[in-house]
């Protein structure tokens, strides 16, 4: 079965210092991974997606994020923390082809101190 | 812009009284979810769509039902709602790969 599992729920970090956000998945097959972004009483925007093409994706705002299969890990990373950076995050894995569901992981919330 | 749209964003509703949410997309996705999100909690998967063929989660509660007429709309029904069941409701669709989800700006339920 497939399972997300995010390191740290909370994270702080101070404005323009680097963000390591952690995710470990497990997956029986090589899986789809996702990260979203949620800021307060609204919905979750797609940060960026790994789907078995390039190992290192770059997203939206300056986010990237690595596939390691060796480690199964998809951590996010950003190198520079903007206060509008702040938000909860979550990690994503898709749930084998055929049943369109996906495995949340529980969230880090991001808080940038000025 | 294709999107995700969610009504009303905000409702509030009264013990035991029937409410109804709405989603509709023009993004022509065959597959659409609901999920509710507690306060610093991840969403939980309600039940989901792909076309017609409605799938439910073995552990949403029976007070909670949907109905999709069409492809654009999806509604989720709450019979009676109970205090435990205030929270924000997420709608999102995905296509038939295995691609994103895209999600609704959410419905934030309080039941007085």
């Known amino acids: 079965a497939q399972s997300v599992t995010q390191l740290d729920s909370h994270v702080s970090v101070s404005e323009g210092t680097p963000v390591l956000l952690r995710c470990n998945y497990s997956?029986?097959?090589?899986?789809?991974l996702f990260w979203y972004v949620q800021h307060p009483n609204k919905g979750l925007q797609l940060l960026l997606k790994?789907?078995?093409?390039?190992?290192l994706v770059k997203g939206i705002n300056g986010f990237e994020a690595e596939f390691k299969k060796s480690e199964t890990s998809f951590h996010l990373t950003k190198p520079s923390a903007h206060m509008s950076d702040a938000a909860e995050y979550f990690c994503?894995?898709?749930?084998?082809?055929?049943?369109?569901?996906?495995?949340f992981g529980t969230g880090t919330r991001l808080k940038v101190l000025a | 812009d294709a999107m995700v749209i969610q009504n009303p964003r905000y409702q509030v509703t009264q013990f035991g009284k029937p409410v109804t949410l709405s989603c509709s997309q023009t993004?022509?996705?065959?597959?659409m979810y609901w999920y509710q999100q507690k306060s610093s909690q991840a969403p939980k998967l309600l039940f989901h769509?792909?076309?017609?063929?409605?799938?439910n989660e073995a552990d949403t509660p029976d007070n909670f039902q949907s109905r999709r007429p069409n492809t654009s709309f999806c509604f989720l029904d709450i019979r009676s709602p109970g205090l435990g069941d205030a929270a924000m409701y997420l709608c999102?669709?995905?296509?038939?790969?295995?691609?994103?989800?895209?999600f609704g700006p959410g419905t934030r339920l309080t039941v007085l």
């Open positions: 993004l022509n996705h065959n597959v």
């Open positions: 790994y789907t078995s093409a390039a190992t």
């Open positions: 769509y792909y076309d017609k063929d409605f799938n």
């Open positions: 994503v894995v898709s749930d084998p082809a055929g049943t369109y569901k996906y495995i």
């Open positions: 999102a669709t995905s296509g038939t790969s295995v691609g994103e989800q895209f």
């Open positions: 997956s029986s097959y090589s899986p789809s």
